[in-house]
């Protein structure tokens, strides 16, 4: 208990030494926006990221167009089945 009293005075007594202003620069300074920061990936792989690219798009590009398709629907030979084989599957009961 005693020694509990002597820390409290001696930490009321302790005065701290002040921050340097180089830190309240480091601290307090703007932010930069997400934008602005850096990525560092490696050389080659950049380069494996962009030949990726560029054959992507020449291969969007070069794909052939799709063929319009028809709305018409023409039941011209449209023909019923002539041979209806029905069978009813039940649950395992």
């Not at 340097?20 to 494996?48: E, G, N, Q, T, Y």
């Not at 089945?81 to 039940?90: A, D, G, H, S």
């Amino acid at each position: 208990m005693h020694d509990d009293n002597k820390l409290s005075e001696l930490l009321k007594e302790w005065q701290l030494p002040g921050a340097p202003a180089s830190l309240d620069a480091r601290v307090l300074a703007p932010r930069k926006p997400w934008w602005m920061h850096s990525i560092r990936i490696p050389v080659p792989l950049a380069f494996a990221i962009a030949a990726a690219l560029v054959f992507m798009a020449v291969a969007l590009l070069r794909r052939p167009p799709a063929p319009p398709q028809s709305t018409s629907v023409n039941l011209a030979d449209f023909q019923p089945v002539k041979n209806m084989n029905v069978r009813i599957i039940r649950s395992g009961e």
